[in-house]
Structures are given as structure tokens and as C-alpha cells.
């Protein structure tokens, strides 16, 4: 009798402990793929995509259309871990819901431990611009 092991499978389920929401930006799906693959070669790139703003004040910045989902626990979180000074959000006060351009570079993708079950990038904020008041 002969024994195998599907070694692949298991490699490959560990990497999908992230899905994409509904309201995904489509942008955002490059992103979204890197992470899902490990692949290093989006840190240092930068992009510029317009996205819904859910809250922007001096200690947070959270984009309505920038969540996955972590597959085990059924938690919503961000793509990215926004990194910006508090004087780039002072245009963003009571903008809730607007349309932004944010202009914005890949530092750090994190998919190992302890991130692997919310894998995500970190990126750092150029600038953010409102689109629509």
C-alpha cells in the first residue's frame, strides 16, 4: 500500500486566511493578491487609488472599501496598516463617507507569524486628497 501526502494543499490553505469583502476597491486587488502569494515585490511600489472614507481623525484612518475578511474567524480588518501624520487628516474632519484620492507606498508586506491570519501591508501615506465635498 502506498502513502501520500498532498503537501501543496496544506502550503496553499495556509496563505488563504484572507478574503476579500463585497466592496472591495478592485484597485485594490493587485494588493490583495500579493498578500495572498507572499510576493515581497509590492513593497516599495507606490499607488494611488481613490477610496470611501469611513473615519479619518489624528489617531485613525479607516477606508469603508478597504476590508478582507479572516476566513477562520469571520473578522473584517484593513488591508493596510495606514501609517500618516496627524496633519494629514486634519482636511478629512467630518468627510466621513467622501470619496478620497490617497496616494500612498508599501513599506512591509506581513503574511508570517504573528500576522498570518491577518495578512496585510503596511503603507504609508503620501497624501490624501478629498474628492468630493
Given at each position: 500500500?502506498?502513502?501520500t501526502i498532498?503537501i501543496f494543499?496544506?502550503g ?9 469583502t463585497?466592496?472591495?476597491?478592485p484597485?485594490l ?6 498578500i495572498?502569494?507572499?510576493d515581497?515585490?509590492?513593497?516599495g511600489k ?11 481623525t489624528?489617531?485613525f ?13 469571520g473578522s473584517?480588518?484593513?488591508i493596510g496598516k495606514?501609517?500618516f ?10 468627510k466621513n463617507g ?6 500612498f507606498?508599501i513599506?512591509e508586506l506581513r503574511?508570517?507569524?504573528?500576522y ?8 504609508e501615506?503620501i ?7
Open positions: 500500500m502506498k502513502s498532498c494543499l496544506l496553499a490553505t495556509s496563505l488563504l486566511a484572507a478574503i476579500p463585497e466592496n472591495l476597491n484597485a486587488l493587485e494588493i490583495f493578491e500579493a495572498q502569494s507572499a515581497k515585490g509590492v513593497e507606490e499607488y494611488t487609488i481613490n477610496l470611501t472614507l469611513k473615519v479619518g489624528e489617531k484612518l479607516i477606508f469603508s472599501d478597504a476590508y478582507l475578511l479572516n476566513e477562520k474567524g473584517k480588518y484593513q495606514w501609517i501624520r496627524p496633519e494629514q487628516t486634519e482636511v478629512l474632519k467630518g467622501s470619496l478620497c484620492k490617497v496616494r507606498k513599506e503574511t508570517e507569524s504573528p498570518s491570519q491577518m495578512p496585510h501591508v503596511v503603507a501615506i497624501s490624501i486628497e478629498v474628492l468630493n465635498d
